[in-house]
T-cell receptor, first 111, second 115 residues
């Protein structure tokens, strides 16, 4: 039973435009959420996180939005750059040491 | 400084053989995680080590899987009597402490193929 879902396996965006990656979860006990970015042949790298006490967190070009009532998380990248092309994973945690990951969305930013 | 390293980077084995995968965490990191990523799936939590505490093994899929962490540093994930469904990328991550908000740093993974 997949508790974290990324329903879009891929997304293509023009350079300079906004990229919106979406993530849905089913477990209402999740209270800490993260996004990771992964390049081929490398491990995921941490991008941004949000606690359930907030509904928005920003870090430069990256903003994560949390809608607890909809159990929905999104990552906005503005403006998108070709170097942002990667696979993006969302992850969630209810316990202090166990994280559940989505299956990833492959973002392609076209020059 | 050096990041998390994993070896081997690729491993091809025959069904029924045992395999050992190694993880060298970042020096000084007390927390260590193992995950696996099967084709088209997200990362699946396997096991978590924190300092000298008993590990959280709740994600191990069967008793063919085991892991140990020696001296609070290097970790080995062992899969006995491998099956074709064990084929996946096995990822290791470490973090500085037990707080779940501590950033996990991932290694590049070991791609395991069971023929």
């Amino acid at each position: 039973d997949q508790q974290v879902k990324q329903n879009s396996p891929s997304l293509s965006v023009q350079e300079g435009r906004i990229s919106i990656l979406n993530c849905d979860y089913t477990n209402s006990m999740f209270d800490y959420f993260l996004w990771y970015k992964k390049y081929p042949a490398e491990g995921p790298t941490f991008l941004i996180s949000i606690s359930s006490i907030k509904d928005k967190n920003e870090d430069g070009r990256f903003t994560v939005f949390l809608n607890k009532s909809a159990k929905h998380l999104s990552l906005h990248i503005v403006p998108s750059q070709p170097g942002d092309s990667a696979v993006y994973f969302c992850a969630a945690s209810a316990d202090f040491n166990k994280f559940y990951f989505g299956s990833g969305t492959k973002l392609n930013v076209k020059p | 400084g050096a990041g998390v390293s994993q070896s081997p980077s690729n491993k091809v084995t025959e069904k029924g053989k045992d395999v050992e995968l190694r993880c060298d965490p970042i020096s000084g990191h007390t927390a260590l995680y193992w995950y696996r990523q099967s084709l088209g799936q997200g990362l699946e939590f396997l096991i978590y080590f924190q300092g000298n505490s008993a590990p959280d093994k709740s994600g191990l899929p069967s008793d063919r899987f085991s892991a140990e962490r020696t001296g609070g540093s290097v970790s080995t994930l062992t899969i006995q009597r491998t099956q074709q469904e064990d084929s996946a990328v096995y990822l290791c991550a470490s973090s500085v402490g037990a707080d779940r908000t501590d950033t996990q740093y991932f290694g590049p993974g070991t791609r395991l193929t069971v023929l």
